[in-house]
């Protein structure tokens, strides 16, 4: 390989040889005779932010689900890391490094910002009963590397201030700042963003987009669905378009903007 080759690219996209992380082929996934997902196949390729955008009810949010596991699909495969995941359940594709948030602020409200994160963190030795009988001084190293490791993120995410909180009391763009933070926590290499800048007041909304864009220069790859289109435009490529249920177009923003029945499907702005 020459050197050149061998080099990152530019923000750090990956040389357009890269195996894809995931491949989904042919997912249906149907609730009653509803099609809601009716046969589509994406590769997502490592360290990219990949778009996906289509009308309510396109089938966007059912088709995450059934990446992460979350709902069952009703055919297809998933691939992950070059392992047929298809009908793992969702803790195991977490622990493979899948993971998702979703488009309803799903943080636990009677917890604190800190306590939201420590949920997400995989068991530690303390939760089992030979760690109960060790006792605390056992297990206590994990809990302070969890902790540690939450402060990592509150401190990055700008909300250490924040971590006693309830998260309830949050606004809606800390509330999401909190679910990404809480997938995190699993150092996730394939991120799932439902909405993530959806009931987020504008001025988070940069804010959010510049947290994913480090995260993916840092080589995490993204999955996101969004509306908002200037957002996508900035931070995806490429950029999927679903509707009914199906894959209408692929590709950067900027070449979906000259297809016509794209424009006519969906994008209006
Ligand atoms: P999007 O996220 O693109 O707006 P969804 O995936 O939420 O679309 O929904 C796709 C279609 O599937 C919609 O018609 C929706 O009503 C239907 N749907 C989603 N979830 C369910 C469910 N649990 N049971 C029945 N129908 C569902
Ligand atoms: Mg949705």
């Not at 040389?15 to 009653?32: M, S």
Request: hydrophobic share 45%; proline share 5%.
């Amino acid at each position: 390989m020459a050197v050149a080759e061998a080099l990152p690219q530019p923000g750090g996209v990956p040389a357009l040889d890269t195996e894809p992380l995931l491949v989904a082929r042919d997912i249906h996934r149907h609730f009653e005779g509803m099609h809601a997902v009716d046969g589509v196949s994406i590769d997502v390729l490592p360290g990219r932010i990949t778009g996906l955008i289509g009308p309510n009810g396109a089938g966007k949010s059912t088709f995450l689900a059934v990446l992460a596991g979350t709902l069952p699909a009703s055919e297809g495969t998933i691939v992950f890391d070059g392992e047929d995941i298809t009908t793992l359940p969702t803790y195991r594709r977490a622990r493979k490094g899948l993971m998702r948030t979703f488009q309803l602020p799903s943080e636990f409200g009677q917890l604190t910002v800190l306590e939201n994160l420590l949920v997400a963190a995989p068991g530690n030795r303390g939760d089992t009963l030979v760690g109960a009988l060790l006792g605390k001084r056992y297990w206590r190293r994990d809990e302070e590397e969890r902790v540690a490791q939450a402060r990592a993120l509150l401190d990055r995410f700008n909300m250490r201030a924040k971590e006693s909180d309830f998260a309830g009391s949050l606004s809606g763009g800390q509330k999401r700042l909190v679910e990404i933070m809480r997938a995190l926590m699993l150092q996730p290499r394939l991120l799932l963003l439902d909405e993530p800048m959806s009931g987020v007041h504008p001025s988070i909304i940069d804010e959010i987009a510049s947290y994913c864009e480090a995260l993916r220069d840092e080589g995490l790859t993204i999955v996101m669905v969004e509306h908002e289109l200037h957002m996508i435009e900035r931070m995806c490529d490429p950029v999927i378009v679903m509707a009914q249920g199906r894959v209408i177009g692929h590709g950067s923003m900027i070449e979906l903007r000259k297809q016509r029945e794209i424009v006519d499907a969906y994008l209006v702005g």
